[in-house]
């Protein structure tokens, strides 16, 4: 079975653009969440979709968005770039069913650099 | 809202000899509680879960860890450490009773396995 795939990989992009990233979750897994790894500030939850509905979101400016698709890849979106942005974002996706036990499986993560 | 510490940034210990590394949490109600592991430029791996039951989890690569809740403690261990276990370790936790699947996870410990 394939695990969770995020593109793309490594990026770099300047302030004030936006960046767009996106995440193939697990087949059968209708959960996905998105985390925020900063050397300073550590993992940091982002938000989560399920069945194309945000269920819930962290605390981050509106600059970050995401919304997922029917099929249950998700996208995650950034505006107006600043320099402290530049982290690892990590996919993490989930079975969603039973008793709502189940663990996360993340992606290898898209490393984005901001100069 | 629920905290993870993990009081150790890192943890040195020599190959063939146990190892601990420590987590201890907050959270209102019961917890469902995760080791993950990430080795360099990598994602996150899971290596177990406490959801109920027998506080003693056994996971992936040997490991284990103890839920002990009076200390509000989910101590990962080794019987017998190995050079390929250096890596950054994080402890998380949600809680049961939410709905949430979003995890909070502690600023991680590095494991060195000297040979």
């Known amino acids: 079975k394939a695990g969770v795939t995020q593109t793309p990989r490594y990026l770099i992009k300047t302030r004030g653009q936006q960046v767009t990233l996106s995440c193939s979750p697990i087949s059968g897994h209708r959960s996905v969440s998105w985390y925020q790894q900063t050397p300073g500030q550590g993992l940091q939850f982002l938000f989560e979709y399920f069945s194309e509905t945000q269920r819930n979101k962290g605390n981050f400016p509106g600059r970050f968005s995401g919304r997922q698709f029917s099929n249950s890849r998700s996208e995650m979106n950034v505006s107006t770039l600043e320099l402290g942005d530049s982290a690892l974002y990590l996919c993490?996706?989930?079975?969603?069913?039973?008793?709502?036990?189940?663990?996360?499986?993340f992606g290898e993560g898209s490393r984005l650099t901001v100069l | 809202a629920q905290s993870v510490a993990q009081p150790e940034d890192q943890v040195n210990v020599a190959e063939g000899n146990p190892l601990t590394v420590k987590c201890t949490y907050s959270v209102s109600g019961n917890p469902y509680l995760f080791w993950y592991v990430q080795y360099p430029n990598r994602g996150l791996q899971f290596l177990l879960k406490y959801i109920t039951g027998d506080n003693l989890v056994k996971g992936s690569y040997g490991f284990e860890a103890e839920f002990n809740k009076s200390q509000t403690s989910f101590h990962l261990k080794k019987p017998s450490a190995l050079v390929s276990d250096s890596a950054l370790y994080f402890c998380a936790v949600r809680p049961v009773d939410t709905g949430r699947r979003a995890l909070t996870f502690g600023s991680g410990t590095r494991l060195q396995v000297q040979p």
């Open positions: 993490a996706s989930s079975f969603v069913g039973g008793a709502n036990t189940g663990e996360l499986f």
